[in-house]
């Protein structure tokens, strides 16, 4: 895959994992979308690395979204436990 579906797949990532860990979010749509496209590429490194999952070169492989959406999960999760109260709620 290109650097450009990568982003793309990080993008729509991080708003899965948005809609599947609703809440309020210190970044906001950015910070989630950022959070997305990191979590897109260290899932997909997990894969590789500790799953013996070698990432595809397929944009629609299964395998490839459900380690990006994992990994988007758990940036977004630990993001709100490192950050969730840092700003004043309004």
Do not use: E, Q
């Not at 609703?22 to 496209?37: A, H, M, N």
């Not at 990191?38 to 070698?54: E, V």
């Not at 299964?62 to 490192?82: D, K, M, Q, V």
């Amino acid at each position: 895959m290109s650097i450009i579906s990568w982003l793309v797949l990080g993008l729509l990532a991080g708003i899965i994992a948005k809609v599947l860990l609703p809440g309020r979010d210190p970044g906001g749509l950015i910070g989630t979308t950022v959070i997305g496209i990191a979590g897109a590429f260290i899932g997909g490194w997990a894969s590789a690395r500790y799953l013996d999952r070698p990432i595809a070169t397929d944009f629609y492989d299964t395998a490839t979204w459900i380690s990006a959406i994992a990994g988007s999960l758990a940036l977004l999760s630990a993001y709100r436990i490192l950050f969730g109260h840092s700003r004043s709620r309004r």
